[in-house]
């Protein structure tokens, strides 16, 4: 182990102390606030953050470039050139200038546009944007910097990182069926607008979200799908109700999308009985195992696509931004989408593909040891007194479904808790990295609803909203990293103590 997430960590502290990492500290619920409210305090003091939510220093000096030229204007550094094409048209932009740079487009924009807002929101769930090591390696080039970190080169990249996660998945997937992408996000996005493009000529264009999605996914269906073309059920247990809908709507449906387990409660659905109705109306099965991990969750049999973030497990260092789509060699319907959806992702950057190989050979092993580790501090957590509600893995209400594709002991690296007492008390004594992210080798204590869902804590509709799907504001998403287990639970343990005092 590297790093340890367990101590304190000031505001804006980036984890691990590497150019790239994704995780910065948010210690305080005033920082999370300040954070969510775009406070001129809080935010001068975080330098960097979640690629996809925080530019990347490396992407603001880029950006500094273009507007030193050209003042007045608002610059988008961006993946690929289909990405910017697809912004203009969808935001309907009129006056704008387009340029291709060193392996990305930028896209300029009047500082006065209306579409600045929503073109951020788009490349910010779409994971359009440039990674921090693209901007490095521009800028190393231009003379601004003088070294960069060191990364192992490797003959295929590419081909040794699609047999590893090929063989992480199971069985029925083959290297040839993986595509790699700029993240988890792009990754989704990417396939979701290919598939409901595709099934909509065949007159299909209803999709099911089934469970309590992350945030992207979420908005990401919003934007490509008509609101009446999507019907949500929170709870992916209830099978009645799926049911109904199925009974309902028939042949419309054109799929289903789900996580195994979902985020942040962690529950699973019964994947065979859900296959078996996608099945009779002939609908897609789009299932993201990332929370613990495909190593894990062997779901490939079953879905027609998969989708998973990398950068949770597979780069356990935590300072890579990567995800991945798996398409099962027995899925015709999935096979149908491969070559089109291969032409829409934004591929990852070839450093950033590197840095992930350099993870990979004990990503196995890391997913092993969590397990254990996790085991021992959910035990701890549902013997405490002061802790009100544990979501996991095994839970009760799921852990049939869970087991049937995982097996016994193998819940991931996630547990997802409420406290009894004061939560903005136990969060800020917490010593332990506050952080958005998973599936590192540093713990992180992640305030779910603060970080994904801030918007729906200011009002009561929105409060009811994650009433109604069992979310509470107060929940915290802890991931255990490789610290000793005992070391978690008494860091834990000593910030519920403070609670009460």
Request: proline share 4%; aromatic share 10%; charged share 25%.
């Amino acid at each position: 182990m590297k790093t340890s997430g367990l101590g304190k960590f000031a505001l804006g502290q980036t984890v691990p102390n590497r150019d790239h990492a994704v995780c910065v500290s948010l210690p305080t619920v005033d920082d999370l606030i300040g954070y969510e409210e775009k406070r001129p305090d809080t935010l001068q003091s975080l330098q960097s953050g979640y690629p996809r939510f925080v530019k990347h220093p490396f992407l603001r000096k880029l950006i500094d470039r273009e507007e030193k030229q050209n003042e007045g204007f608002h610059y988008f550094l961006i993946s690929n050139s289909w990405h910017c094409e697809e912004a203009i048209k969808r935001f309907s932009i009129q006056d704008y200038t387009v340029r291709e740079r060193d392996g990305y487009t930028c896209l300029q924009i009047p500082n006065k546009s209306n579409a600045i807002a929503q073109t951020n929101s788009f490349l910010q769930h779409t994971g359009g944007v440039i990674s921090s090591r693209h901007a490095e390696d521009i800028l190393l080039k231009k003379g601004h910097f003088l070294k960069r970190e060191n990364i192992s080169s490797h003959e295929n990249p590419f081909e040794f990182a699609q047999e590893i996660i090929a063989e992480v998945h199971g069985t029925g997937v083959t290297k040839d069926g993986v595509l790699f992408t700029s993240s988890g996000a792009n990754a989704f996005y990417s396939l979701f607008r290919t598939a409901y493009l595709h099934l909509l000529k065949r007159g299909k264009n209803l999709w099911i979200r089934l469970g309590w999605l992350y945030l992207d996914t979420n908005e990401t269906m919003n934007l490509l799908a008509n609101e009446d073309e999507i019907i949500t059920i929170t709870d992916p247990t209830d099978f009645d109700e799926l049911r109904k809908v199925f009974k309902e709507f028939g042949s419309k449906i054109a799929g289903l999308v789900t996580e195994f387990p979902t985020n942040p409660l962690l529950q699973s659905c019964n994947l065979e009985q859900v296959r078996e109705l996608c099945d009779q109306v002939d609908a897609m099965l789009i299932i993201d195992p990332t929370m613990a991990s495909p190593k894990n969750s062997k779901v490939a049999e079953l879905g027609d696509v998969l989708v998973n973030s990398l950068t949770k497990y597979a780069s356990w260092e935590g300072d890579v931004m990567i995800g991945s789509l798996v398409f099962p060699e027995h899925s015709q319907k999935g096979q149908e989408l491969f070559n089109e959806t291969a032409k829409t992702i934004s591929p990852p950057f070839e450093r950033d593909l590197l840095r992930l190989c350099e993870q990979l050979p004990l990503y196995p092993s890391f997913v092993k040891e969590t397990n254990r580790s996790l085991i021992q501090v959910v035990d701890f957590l549902e013997s405490n007194n002061l802790v009100q509600k544990v979501f996991w893995a095994y839970q009760e209400n799921s852990y049939k479904n869970f087991t049937q594709r995982a097996g016994d002991g193998k819940p991931g690296c996630v547990v997802s808790f409420e406290v009894k007492g004061d939560f903005e008390k136990f969060y800020n004594q917490l010593s332990m990295l506050k952080s958005p992210s998973f599936g590192t080798e540093f713990s992180i204590c992640c305030p779910y609803v603060y970080l994904a869902h801030y918007n729906l804590t200011k009002s009561k509709k929105g409060q009811q909203t994650l009433e109604n799907a069992g979310i509470s504001p107060q929940l915290c998403r802890v991931s255990v990293g490789l610290e000793n287990p005992d070391e978690i639970k008494k860091t834990l343990q000593i910030a519920l103590q403070g609670m009460i005092k």
